[in-house]
């Protein structure tokens, strides 16, 4: 808002943009965490996007180049896709998990010593 008001003479429809995609990400991020505290769930990822949203739009004033920052974001979610990419595809079955979990249950079975009592 602060650039509108600074550089009037220079708003066009990239600007307008700017200022949209701005105010929609910041709906976007907070209306996240809203929904999360409500569920009771985790809210930090959108904590994140909202943290860069903000200094992205406090240091756009000083350059547009600090847009650039927002390459962060598909770079830090993709990095989270890979991770768990790297988890799933590097577990065990849930089969084997089951017949280990069947064997060693009958196992218990076997063990259980009964007491006589007077």
Known sequence: MFKFIWAFDSIGIARVAEFLFFCLMNRVSYMGIRSALE????????????????????????????????????LYFGYFAFKYFLVWANSTGAKEEEVEDEDSQKKKKQKVKYIKSR
């Not at 930090?44 to 390459?71: M, T």
Request: hydrophobic share 50%; glycine share 6%; aromatic share 22%.
């Open 39 to 74: 569920m009771g769930v985790g809210y930090e990822y959108y904590q994140d996007l909202y943290v860069i949203n903000l200094a992205v739009q406090a240091l756009c004033v000083l350059s547009d180049y600090f847009w650039l920052i927002y390459a962060c974001v598909p």
